[in-house]
T-cell receptor
C-alpha cells in the first residue's frame, strides 16, 4: 500500500485566500484524522471521521475551518479565509480498529 | 481528565549508550499507550503500542517500552543508541473506557539527540 497520501506537500498563500488540503487514507481504513502541528502548540487533533462521518470536531479552531469526507478514499480540510496564524504543518492519519494511526507526510502551509 | 506528560523537552545521549525517553499518563480506566517517532520534515511513524498482555513491548528499530501501571509510566528505551535515532518522539494515550472514541491524547514530544 502507498500509505496515507496528502497533497499538496507545500502551500504558500496570501492572507484571505482559500486553502484546500487533501488526503487519501490507506485503503480499508475506517478512521481518518486531521492534525495540526506547530512549535507553539505541538500536535493538535482538529477532527476525525469514522466511516466518513465526523465524530469529534471539537479541535477545529473556528468557523473558518471545515472538513469533509465524501467517500472512504478522500477527505479535505478547507480554510476560508486563511490567516497567518494558520501557518503550520497539517497531517492526515488513518486507522483501522487496531488503534494504530498511520500518518501521511503532511502539508506545510505558509500564509503570508 | 486524560493527560500525557513527557517531562523532558530534550534528551542527549552518546552513540552506543542506552537511551530512555520518559512518558507518564493519566486516564480514568486502563490505557492504550503508543510511541511515535518523527524525523525532520516527515510525518509521524508508529514505533510500538501497549494494549494488554506483557508489560514489556518491543517495537520497530530495536526500541522497547515498559508499561508500569503503579507508576503510570510508559518509558521508551533502546539498549544502544544510533545517531540515526535522533528525532522527535511522541507518547500518546487513549482510555479503554472511551469505547469507540478513537481520540488519542498526545504528549508534547521529546527531542532525542544522539551524539557520535
Amino acid at each position: 500500500d502507498a500509505g496515507v497520501i496528502q497533497s499538496p506537500r507545500h502551500e504558500v498563500t496570501e492572507m484571505g485566500q482559500e486553502v484546500t488540503l487533501r488526503c487519501k487514507p490507506i485503503s480499508g481504513h475506517d478512521y481518518l484524522f486531521w492534525y495540526r502541528q506547530t512549535m507553539m502548540r505541538g500536535l493538535e487533533l482538529l477532527i476525525y471521521f469514522n466511516n466518513n462521518v465526523p465524530i469529534d470536531d471539537s479541535g477545529m479552531p473556528e468557523d473558518r475551518f471545515s472538513a469533509k469526507m465524501p467517500n472512504a478514499s478522500f477527505s479535505t480540510l478547507k480554510i476560508q479565509p486563511s490567516e497567518p496564524r494558520d501557518s503550520a504543518v497539517y497531517f492526515c492519519a488513518s486507522s483501522y480498529h487496531q488503534e494504530t494511526q498511520y500518518f501521511g507526510p503532511g502539508t506545510r502551509l505558509l500564509v503570508l | 481528565a486524560q493527560s500525557v506528560a513527557q517531562p523532558e523537552d530534550q534528551v542527549n545521549v552518546a552513540e552506543g549508550n542506552p537511551l530512555t525517553v520518559k512518558c507518564t499518563y493519566s486516564v480514568s480506566g486502563n490505557p492504550y499507550l503508543f510511541w511515535y517517532v518523527q524525523y525532520p520534515n516527515r510525518g509521524l511513524q508508529f514505533l510500538l503500542k501497549y494494549i494488554t498482555g506483557d508489560n514489556l513491548v518491543k517495537g520497530s528499530y530495536g526500541f522497547e517500552a515498559e508499561f508500569n501501571k503503579s507508576q503510570t509510566s510508559f518509558h521508551l528505551k533502546k539498549p544502544s543508541a544510533l545517531v540515526s535515532d535522533s528525532a522527535l518522539y511522541f507518547c500518546a494515550v487513549r482510555d479503554i473506557r472511551a469505547g469507540n472514541n478513537r481520540k488519542l491524547i498526545w504528549g508534547l514530544g521529546t527531542s532525542l539527540a544522539v551524539n557520535p
